[in-house]
Protein backbone atom coordinates (compact mmCIF):
# COMPACT_ATOMS: atom_id res chain seq x y z
CA UNK A 1 0.00 0.00 0.00
CA UNK A 2 1.01 3.11 -0.80
CA UNK A 3 2.16 5.42 1.91
CA UNK A 4 0.13 8.49 2.38
CA UNK A 5 1.88 12.01 3.24
CA UNK A 6 -0.66 14.59 4.06
CA UNK A 7 -0.33 17.98 4.66
CA UNK A 8 -3.54 19.99 6.03
CA UNK A 9 -2.61 23.86 4.84
CA UNK A 10 -4.81 26.78 4.99
CA UNK A 11 -5.21 29.89 7.47
CA UNK A 12 -5.95 29.63 11.27
CA UNK A 13 -9.37 28.63 11.86
CA UNK A 14 -10.39 27.17 8.92
CA UNK A 15 -10.74 24.13 9.80
CA UNK A 16 -7.05 22.00 9.32
CA UNK A 17 -7.35 20.21 13.15
CA UNK A 18 -11.15 19.29 13.01
CA UNK A 19 -11.13 17.54 9.37
CA UNK A 20 -7.07 15.88 10.26
CA UNK A 21 -8.60 14.43 13.14
CA UNK A 22 -11.66 12.99 11.60
CA UNK A 23 -9.59 12.02 8.56
CA UNK A 24 -6.70 10.48 11.33
CA UNK A 25 -9.16 8.07 13.11
CA UNK A 26 -10.97 7.37 9.55
CA UNK A 27 -7.43 6.16 7.79
CA UNK A 28 -5.75 5.65 10.92
CA UNK A 29 -2.82 7.57 10.54
CA UNK A 30 -1.19 9.73 13.18
CA UNK A 31 -2.25 13.41 13.75
CA UNK A 32 1.06 15.49 13.54
CA UNK A 33 -0.42 19.21 14.60
CA UNK A 34 2.96 21.52 15.35
CA UNK A 35 0.31 23.87 17.18
CA UNK A 36 -0.99 20.92 19.97
CA UNK A 37 2.45 19.69 19.99
CA UNK A 38 3.47 23.45 21.39
CA UNK A 39 0.82 23.71 23.46
CA UNK A 40 1.35 20.53 25.31
CA UNK A 41 5.25 21.67 25.82
CA UNK A 42 3.53 25.09 27.40
CA UNK A 43 1.22 22.78 29.91
CA UNK A 44 4.65 20.66 30.61
CA UNK A 45 6.66 23.79 31.05
CA UNK A 46 9.19 22.19 28.94
CA UNK A 47 12.31 24.31 28.07
CA UNK A 48 10.45 24.26 24.38
CA UNK A 49 7.09 25.40 26.16
CA UNK A 50 8.93 28.54 28.39
CA UNK A 51 10.22 29.66 24.85
CA UNK A 52 6.94 29.21 23.13
CA UNK A 53 4.33 30.76 24.85
CA UNK A 54 4.93 34.17 24.85
CA UNK A 55 5.15 33.97 20.85
CA UNK A 56 2.49 31.74 20.12
CA UNK A 57 -0.22 33.72 22.74
CA UNK A 58 0.99 37.22 20.55
CA UNK A 59 -0.07 34.87 17.04
CA UNK A 60 3.73 34.67 15.99
CA UNK A 61 5.66 32.20 14.75
CA UNK A 62 8.28 30.13 16.26
CA UNK A 63 11.89 29.83 14.72
CA UNK A 64 12.25 27.54 11.69
CA UNK A 65 15.21 25.79 12.98
CA UNK A 66 13.42 24.53 16.39
CA UNK A 67 9.91 23.28 14.14
CA UNK A 68 11.83 21.61 11.00
CA UNK A 69 13.44 19.49 14.24
CA UNK A 70 10.49 18.47 15.76
CA UNK A 71 9.18 17.81 12.84
CA UNK A 72 11.91 15.62 11.35
CA UNK A 73 12.32 13.46 14.99
CA UNK A 74 8.19 12.51 14.76
CA UNK A 75 8.31 11.31 10.91
CA UNK A 76 11.03 9.38 11.38
CA UNK A 77 9.65 7.54 14.37
CA UNK A 78 8.33 3.90 13.89
CA UNK A 79 4.37 5.48 13.88
CA UNK A 80 4.17 7.39 10.89
CA UNK A 81 5.56 4.58 8.73
CA UNK A 82 2.29 4.08 7.23
CA UNK A 83 1.94 7.71 6.34
CA UNK A 84 0.92 10.76 8.50
CA UNK A 85 -0.95 14.14 8.43
CA UNK A 86 0.74 17.26 8.94
CA UNK A 87 -1.65 20.00 10.50
CA UNK A 88 0.23 23.41 10.76
CA UNK A 89 3.88 22.72 9.35
CA UNK A 90 5.35 24.11 6.74
CA UNK A 91 4.09 27.07 7.30
CA UNK A 92 7.19 29.10 5.89
CA UNK A 93 8.61 28.59 2.52
CA UNK A 94 12.25 27.93 4.68
CA UNK A 95 10.10 25.17 6.47
CA UNK A 96 8.72 23.68 3.09
CA UNK A 97 12.54 23.76 2.16
CA UNK A 98 13.72 21.80 4.88
CA UNK A 99 10.86 19.89 4.77
CA UNK A 100 11.90 18.75 0.52
CA UNK A 101 14.20 16.28 1.51
CA UNK A 102 13.43 14.68 4.61
CA UNK A 103 10.34 13.43 2.57
CA UNK A 104 12.68 12.33 -0.40
CA UNK A 105 14.74 10.13 2.22
CA UNK A 106 11.71 8.88 3.70
CA UNK A 107 9.33 7.87 0.48
CA UNK A 108 9.71 8.01 -3.11
CA UNK A 109 5.36 9.50 -3.17
CA UNK A 110 4.82 13.26 -3.03
CA UNK A 111 2.98 15.28 -0.58
CA UNK A 112 -0.33 15.40 -1.35
CA UNK A 113 -1.40 19.15 -0.07
CA UNK A 114 -4.93 19.38 0.94
CA UNK A 115 -5.52 23.56 0.81
CA UNK A 116 -8.50 24.64 3.13
CA UNK A 117 -9.53 28.05 1.89
CA UNK A 118 -12.31 30.44 3.17
CA UNK A 119 -12.65 34.45 3.51
CA UNK A 120 -10.80 36.38 6.64
CA UNK A 121 -13.93 37.46 7.81
CA UNK A 122 -15.68 33.76 8.66
CA UNK A 123 -12.27 32.79 10.26
CA UNK A 124 -12.64 35.51 13.09
CA UNK A 125 -16.13 34.51 13.34
CA UNK A 126 -15.21 30.89 13.96
CA UNK A 127 -12.20 31.50 15.96
CA UNK A 128 -13.79 33.99 18.38
CA UNK A 129 -16.69 30.88 18.99
CA UNK A 130 -14.28 28.16 19.15
CA UNK A 131 -13.52 25.88 22.25
CA UNK A 132 -11.49 23.04 23.14
CA UNK A 133 -12.73 20.56 25.48
CA UNK A 134 -10.12 20.32 28.24
CA UNK A 135 -11.20 16.66 29.22
CA UNK A 136 -10.99 15.16 25.88
CA UNK A 137 -9.20 17.54 23.60
CA UNK A 138 -12.31 17.88 20.53
CA UNK A 139 -12.48 21.20 19.23
CA UNK A 140 -16.25 22.78 19.08
CA UNK A 141 -18.11 25.99 17.72
CA UNK A 142 -20.13 27.32 20.53
CA UNK A 143 -22.77 28.55 18.14
CA UNK A 144 -23.17 24.97 17.03
CA UNK A 145 -23.63 23.63 20.53
CA UNK A 146 -27.19 23.58 22.01
CA UNK A 147 -25.97 22.84 25.13
CA UNK A 148 -22.65 24.94 25.83
CA UNK A 149 -22.04 23.56 29.13
CA UNK A 150 -21.10 19.82 27.72
CA UNK A 151 -18.94 18.68 25.84
CA UNK A 152 -20.54 16.72 22.85
CA UNK A 153 -17.76 14.06 22.47
CA UNK A 154 -17.19 13.06 26.09
CA UNK A 155 -20.32 14.35 28.32
CA UNK A 156 -17.86 16.82 30.22
CA UNK A 157 -19.19 19.34 31.83
CA UNK A 158 -17.43 22.81 32.29
CA UNK A 159 -14.67 21.65 30.43
CA UNK A 160 -14.51 23.85 27.82
CA UNK A 161 -11.23 26.45 27.12
CA UNK A 162 -10.68 29.38 24.91
CA UNK A 163 -7.25 29.58 23.57
CA UNK A 164 -5.27 32.82 24.46
CA UNK A 165 -4.53 33.20 20.72
CA UNK A 166 -8.32 32.83 19.71
CA UNK A 167 -8.74 37.00 21.46
CA UNK A 168 -9.71 38.76 18.22
CA UNK A 169 -6.30 41.03 18.09
CA UNK A 170 -4.24 38.35 17.76
CA UNK A 171 -6.13 36.29 15.42
CA UNK A 172 -5.69 39.41 13.16
CA UNK A 173 -2.34 39.24 13.83
CA UNK A 174 -2.37 35.60 12.65
CA UNK A 175 -4.43 36.06 9.79
CA UNK A 176 -1.83 38.96 8.48
CA UNK A 177 1.22 36.55 9.04
CA UNK A 178 -0.65 33.66 7.49
CA UNK A 179 -1.25 36.10 4.40
CA UNK A 180 2.31 37.19 4.52
CA UNK A 181 3.82 34.04 5.51
CA UNK A 182 2.19 31.05 4.99
CA UNK A 183 0.17 31.67 1.49
CA UNK A 184 3.16 31.98 -0.52
CA UNK A 185 4.16 28.45 0.30
CA UNK A 186 1.65 27.13 -1.44
CA UNK A 187 3.21 28.28 -4.52
CA UNK A 188 6.66 26.23 -4.33
CA UNK A 189 4.10 22.98 -3.64
CA UNK A 190 3.00 23.59 -7.21
CA UNK A 191 6.16 21.54 -8.18
CA UNK A 192 6.61 19.78 -5.04
CA UNK A 193 3.28 18.03 -4.65
CA UNK A 194 -0.20 16.65 -5.39
CA UNK A 195 -2.89 19.75 -4.42
CA UNK A 196 -6.12 19.65 -3.89
CA UNK A 197 -8.27 22.84 -3.14
CA UNK A 198 -11.04 22.28 -1.35
CA UNK A 199 -13.80 25.00 0.34
CA UNK A 200 -13.98 25.15 3.71
CA UNK A 201 -17.11 27.02 4.06
CA UNK A 202 -19.00 24.36 3.49
CA UNK A 203 -20.04 21.51 6.25
CA UNK A 204 -17.33 19.52 8.15
CA UNK A 205 -18.90 16.33 6.83
CA UNK A 206 -19.01 18.02 3.30
CA UNK A 207 -15.71 18.59 3.74
CA UNK A 208 -14.51 15.23 5.24
CA UNK A 209 -16.26 13.49 1.99
CA UNK A 210 -14.14 15.76 -0.09
CA UNK A 211 -10.83 15.15 1.34
CA UNK A 212 -11.57 11.12 1.39
CA UNK A 213 -12.75 11.32 -2.32
CA UNK A 214 -9.78 12.98 -3.05
CA UNK A 215 -6.94 10.95 -1.15
CA UNK A 216 -8.79 7.42 -1.42
P1 LIG B 1 -1.85 26.13 15.24
O1 LIG B 1 -2.34 25.42 16.43
O2 LIG B 1 -1.39 25.36 14.07
P2 LIG B 1 -3.46 27.69 13.42
O3 LIG B 1 -3.48 29.15 13.64
O4 LIG B 1 -2.78 27.24 12.19
O5 LIG B 1 -2.98 27.14 14.82
P3 LIG B 1 -5.92 26.78 14.26
O6 LIG B 1 -6.27 28.04 14.98
O7 LIG B 1 -5.58 25.59 15.09
O8 LIG B 1 -4.82 27.05 13.22
P4 LIG B 1 -7.55 25.16 12.51
O9 LIG B 1 -6.92 23.96 13.11
O10 LIG B 1 -7.37 25.39 11.04
O11 LIG B 1 -7.15 26.48 13.30
O12 LIG B 1 -9.12 25.19 12.77
P5 LIG B 1 -10.03 24.29 13.76
O13 LIG B 1 -9.57 24.41 15.17
O14 LIG B 1 -10.20 22.93 13.19
O15 LIG B 1 -11.44 25.05 13.58
C1 LIG B 1 -11.60 26.40 13.96
C2 LIG B 1 -13.07 26.64 14.36
O16 LIG B 1 -13.92 26.44 13.22
C3 LIG B 1 -13.61 25.68 15.44
O17 LIG B 1 -14.50 26.41 16.27
C4 LIG B 1 -14.33 24.61 14.64
O18 LIG B 1 -15.38 24.02 15.42
C5 LIG B 1 -14.88 25.42 13.45
N1 LIG B 1 -14.97 24.64 12.22
C6 LIG B 1 -14.06 23.74 11.76
N2 LIG B 1 -14.46 23.22 10.58
C7 LIG B 1 -15.63 23.84 10.27
C8 LIG B 1 -16.54 23.76 9.15
O19 LIG B 1 -16.35 22.98 8.21
N3 LIG B 1 -17.63 24.55 9.17
C9 LIG B 1 -17.87 25.41 10.21
N4 LIG B 1 -18.95 26.18 10.16
N5 LIG B 1 -17.06 25.50 11.29
C10 LIG B 1 -15.95 24.75 11.31
O20 LIG B 1 -0.69 27.09 15.65
C11 LIG B 1 -0.79 27.92 16.78
C12 LIG B 1 0.52 28.67 16.98
O21 LIG B 1 1.60 27.75 17.17
C13 LIG B 1 2.80 28.19 16.54
C14 LIG B 1 2.48 29.62 16.06
O22 LIG B 1 2.78 30.50 17.09
C15 LIG B 1 0.97 29.55 15.79
O23 LIG B 1 0.33 30.81 15.81
N6 LIG B 1 3.15 27.29 15.44
C16 LIG B 1 4.17 27.44 14.60
N7 LIG B 1 5.13 28.39 14.50
C17 LIG B 1 6.01 28.26 13.50
N8 LIG B 1 5.98 27.28 12.60
C18 LIG B 1 5.06 26.29 12.67
N9 LIG B 1 5.03 25.31 11.74
C19 LIG B 1 4.08 26.35 13.69
N10 LIG B 1 3.03 25.58 14.03
C20 LIG B 1 2.47 26.14 15.10
MG1 LIG C 1 -5.56 23.60 14.68
Redesign the pocket.
Known amino acids: MKKKMLVFF??????????AKIISTKLQLPHI????I??EAISKKTDLGLL?KG??DK????S?EI?AGLVESVLKNDKCKKGFIL??????LN?AKILQPIIESISHEKLVLIS?DADDDIIVN??A???MCSTCGS???LN?LTDQTRCPTCGSKNSFIK?K??EVDVIKN?LNIFHKTTEPVLNYYKNHAIIYNID?????EE?TEKILEAIT
Open positions: GAPGVGKGTQSTGDLRAIMGELIDMDGFPRTQLRLQRRIVNFRDDRATLTVI
